[in-house]
C-alpha cells in the first residue's frame, strides 16, 4: 500500500492548521512555506475538506483557515477521505479480481491489512498528533524559520528601496 501525495499532504496540512489552532485563521501561504507544499495544491485539498466540514475559511485581511471542529474529533482517516484517497493495499481496489478476474491466494490478506490500517488511523486524532513532544519540537523549528525567512525579506526589501 502507498498513500498518495494527496492523502499526505491533506494530512499534514491539517495537522499545521491544528498546531496554530488558537493563534486565529492560518493562511494557506503559512501552511504553504512551512510544508513545502505547493499553494495551488493547497487550495485544491481545502476546497475538499471545506466540503467534508473539516474546516472553514475567514474572509478579509488576517484570513485564512481554522479548524472547523476540536482537533479531538478529527481524525486521521477522515482527512484521508475527505481528498478522496483509500487505504486499500489490495492490487484490484477490493473488487477481489486480482489475477485474471479472480480472487488471488492473497486477496483476504491484503483486505485484512486494509482494515487493520484504517482502524489504525480511525484512532489517531489530530490532537493525538498535536500532543507528540516530536511533532511539536518539529513544528516549532518550522515556525522559528518562517519567521527567520520573513525577516530576511524585509531586510531585502528595505535595502532595495
Not at 500500500?1 to 498546531?19: P, S
Request: glycine share 10%.
Amino acid at each position: 500500500m502507498q498513500l498518495t501525495t494527496r492523502g499526505r499532504y491533506a494530512v499534514t496540512a491539517m495537522l499545521d492548521l491544528a498546531l496554530h489552532d488558537g493563534q486565529g485563521p492560518v493562511s494557506l501561504a503559512d501552511i504553504s512555506r512551512r510544508q513545502e507544499i505547493s499553494l495551488a495544491y493547497l487550495e485544491q485539498l481545502f476546497a475538499k475538506l471545506r466540503r467534508a466540514e473539516l474546516v472553514h475559511s475567514v474572509r478579509g485581511p488576517g484570513g485564512g483557515y481554522e479548524l472547523d471542529r476540536d482537533s479531538e474529533s478529527i481524525y486521521v482517516a477522515e482527512i484521508i477521505g475527505a481528498v478522496d484517497e483509500s487505504v486499500d493495499t489490495t492490487r484490484c481496489r477490493g473488487s477481489g479480481d486480482c489475477q485474471g478476474g479472480e480472487t488471488c491466494l492473497t486477496h483476504y490478506l491484503w483486505e485484512d491489512l486494509s482494515e487493520q490500517i484504517l482502524g489504525f488511523l480511525q484512532g489517531v486524532s489530530l490532537a493525538d498528533l498535536v500532543s507528540r513532544r516530536d511533532v511539536r519540537r518539529i513544528a516549532g523549528h518550522q515556525d522559528r524559520k518562517l519567521v527567520a525567512g520573513d525577516m530576511n525579506e524585509m531586510r531585502i526589501s528595505a535595502t532595495s528601496v
